[in-house]
């Protein structure tokens, strides 16, 4: 049974796991029957079965028994990682390989670097449909669509067990997609996303119009959907500060269903995948590769300039880039004095300035090189990222470096506990003893701002169960400012322009 969590899960009540049995077992059982019935009928048109066959519905029966083991009893990251790293390693040992990329006509070959690139490539597609499976009926919908895109290219290429697998594969998920629709009474499971996750990821390989080419720009853009969301996973989590396995409610899942709702976050991601993939599958057959590219940039840049996903990502990188070539036009007396401001509301509208203005006050009056926060609330979809900097750090031999957690109280029982809702990182100049009396200042300082940050969560906690109808009754909050002057400071801060005159601030509204 998959439960609920308060972390990244978005639906209430527990719900069965292990459907991904019944796809295989679908897939496995066509694949069989139409080998039988080619020979039968005498037609013997999908041609002889090479080993590599037998071997790729081992290893995602092997797969799948990984999953199985994961969703029962919870395997840790490393684990499960290292037994994806086997299972591809016999893949690849029995002839399933990469030997050279396909991309605008032109060929890349790989020699050496075969291995790991198809390595890399198969644990990309593995645990892009495992993250990307977070609703109902998301994985289903996505590698539904994907099956029929790469089946085609097998059928039209040359591989027609290819298409074969890819259209049993897209027909298996069309009859799992029934009970997998919201409101979901099954899941695929760990089990059902990677195996699925490895089937679409070796037809991508097997499936080019060119045997030697395999892989190219038609079945990389028919998988852009899942590696995209994987991609902005990573960026989002690295460029804030925190580790690329730390869990939060920033996928494409979670904010398409946030924005669309659960059956619009279907129709979203299904015209989506359905544009890459049409647009993919046209260039292939009409030797126009860029069309792939086009397609895929299209439906991302739709995403980003609507606001449905990869918004925050594009900003965090547009951001960084934006200072880092500002950097080598400041003259090096002001890389000292000028600092570097940047904010950014990465999920939600709460008012975090006034949690993160004071401490920058603090930071500038003590002359602190740089401070960094990220505040964390994933059950409430709130997500808060800043830094303030100088353009130059002191040298690393001369840096104290603090990293610290985050803290609000929240009731349980008869008492009041701390929970840790982000970190924040701290910077100073340590030249001499007088940087220990300016860390306990800030210490204080931080403590102050626990107040702060639970009167913002509890608000929003009580918001969003009134949302959902629940009638709240008053929780008792430590002294700090009342509702309405969080309101007003929030109006306030929102009129007043964002831009530190003393620094080159960059912020976002």
Not at 89 to 116: N, V
Not at 285 to 314: C, D, K, N
Not at 336 to 353: N, T
Request: proline share 4%; charged share 15%; with cysteine.
């Amino acid at each position: 049974m998959d439960r609920p969590d308060a972390e990244r899960k978005v639906h209430e009540k527990p719900v069965a796991l292990a459907g991904g049995v019944a796809v295989y077992l679908a897939v496995a059982i066509t694949f069989a029957l139409s080998l039988i019935l080619d020979r039968t009928l005498g037609y013997h048109s999908l041609g002889t079965i090479q080993m590599r066959w037998y071997v790729l519905f081992g290893a995602a029966l092997a797969i799948m028994a990984v999953g199985l083991v994961d969703d029962a009893w919870s395997l840790r990251g490393r684990q499960k990682l290292l037994l994806q790293i086997v299972i591809i390693g016999l893949m690849i040992g029995a002839g399933t390989q990469i030997h050279q990329i396909g991309l605008f006509g032109y060929e890349i070959k790989l020699g050496a670097f075969s291995i790991p690139v198809t390595m890399l490539w198969l644990l990309l597609a593995v645990n892009a449909l495992n993250l990307i499976d977070g609703a109902d009926g998301m994985a289903s919908t996505v590698g539904m669509i994907i099956a029929v895109g790469l089946g085609i290219l097998g059928f039209v290429g040359a591989s027609p067990l290819s298409g074969v697998v890819g259209f049993a594969l897209a027909g298996a998920l069309l009859g799992f997609l029934v009970y997998n629709k919201p409101p979901a009474s099954i899941y695929l499971g760990d089990a059902g996303s990677m195996m699925i996750g490895l089937f679409v990821g070796t037809l991508a390989i097997w499936s080019s119009l060119k045997e030697s080419t395999v892989l190219a720009s038609a079945p990389l853009a028919i998988l852009a959907i899942p590696l995209f969301d994987s991609s902005a996973a990573i960026v989002r989590r690295r460029l804030t500060g925190r580790s690329i396995y730390a869990t939060d409610r920033g996928h494409m899942h979670h904010l398409l269903q946030l924005k669309y709702g659960p059956h619009g976050l279907l129709i979203v991601v299904g015209l989506a995948c359905l544009v890459t993939t049409v647009v993919a599958v046209l260039g292939e057959v009409y030797s126009e590769p860029w069309w792939a590219m086009f397609g895929v940039l299209l439906v991302i840049a739709v995403l980003i300039q609507t606001r449905s996903f990869g918004h925050s990502e594009a900003r965090l990188i547009f951001n960084r880039a934006a200072h880092f070539i500002e950097s080598f036009f400041m003259h090096p007396e002001r890389c000292e004095q000028s600092k570097q401001h940047r904010r950014l509301q990465l999920q939600g509208d709460a008012p975090w300035e006034l949690v993160w203005e004071p401490l920058v006050e603090f930071a500038k009056k003590h002359d602190l090189a740089k401070m960094k926060v990220n505040i964390s609330m994933p059950w409430l979809h709130e997500s808060y990222h800043a830094t303030w900097q100088s353009v130059r750090l002191p040298e690393r031999a001369q840096q104290m470096v603090m990293e610290v957690p985050l803290f609000a109280e929240r009731q349980n029982g008869d008492e009041m506990v701390d929970i840790s809702v982000g970190k924040l990182e701290l910077v100073a100049l340590g030249k001499s003893t007088a940087i220990y009396q300016n860390l306990e200042d800030f210490l204080t300082k931080l403590d102050e701002s626990k107040g702060p940050i639970t009167k913002i969560m509890l608000d929003l906690e009580r918001r969003q169960l009134k949302g959902k109808g629940t009638t709240v009754a008053p929780v008792s909050r430590p002294e700090t400012e009342t509702s309405e002057t969080v309101a007003s400071k929030a109006g306030e801060t929102a009129e007043q322009p964002q831009v530190d005159s003393a620094s080159h601030a960059v912020s976002s509204s």
